[in-house]
């Protein structure tokens, strides 16, 4: 089984006139896998995988393998057919991934009954660990810590990608120890890994993503006054990245530093012009 600790990328997807750019994601993988991180989330929120083809998914999993230089690759997991995500998963055991991330079945709103067997079936079809992805605020629905500590029991389900926004949760689920805890609220990531959590999903990370790592290397060494002062200068970062729904504001950054085209498919649209301008402040101010 998989470690999953340490700062994950979970990838933006670039597009250039409508089309995926893949040689620009193939560029932003290289430089990444140079930069001290554990691995990269393919297909998560951020990619867009909503927007994307069939086709377009599994090229995009096959340019960030590529390009991942050996290290770990998640490939993102969503939808309410449970029939039709064990059959991707099943799909998905013959690519040399670390795991599957996969978030609970959203607008039907199942019972937890319903989301113990969702996520049993799909960690049955699974040959690769698996990580939950606890986000109500996108499937509508909660895992509540009962759920979790059933599902632990699955000898597959090995992590969590916890942005349910409850710290009490957070807590029990590092104290019962069986699941790692990957901190997907990046403004809550400081505080996840001094409880204990195993890393983060950052999205942020895209931005001066050397600093995240030397921030969670820090913290697992003890070496608190330090990594604070890195953490206080992150934070306005962060912000920016999510004062608009992800990953306009990144991309908007991103595009700043020449790495992509400021471009996302509808219905999400580019950062305001307010935020592009407030994204170019703080790269100057954060920049050594």
Known sequence: MSSFSGIWIPLVTPFNAG???FNALDALVRRYARTGISGFVALGT????AALNEHEQDKVLATVLSAANGLPV???VSGNHTAQLCERVAALNTQPIAGVLVSAP????PSQAGIIAHFTAIADASRVPVILYDIPGRTGVRLELTTLLELAAHER?????????SPEKTRSLILDGRLQVLCGEDLDLFNVLCEGGSGAIAASAHLFTERFVALARLLGEGKLTDARTIWHALVPVIQATFAEPNPAPLKAALAQLGSIRNELRAPMTPASRGLEIELQKLGRVNTP
Do not use: L, N, Q, R
């Open 19 to 21: 089309s995926v750019d």
């Open 46 to 49: 951020t990619g867009e995988p």
């Open 74 to 76: 998640v490939v993102g």
């Open 106 to 109: 959203y607008y039907i709103k």
């Open 157 to 165: 389900i090995v992590a969590i990608k916890d942005c349910g926004g």
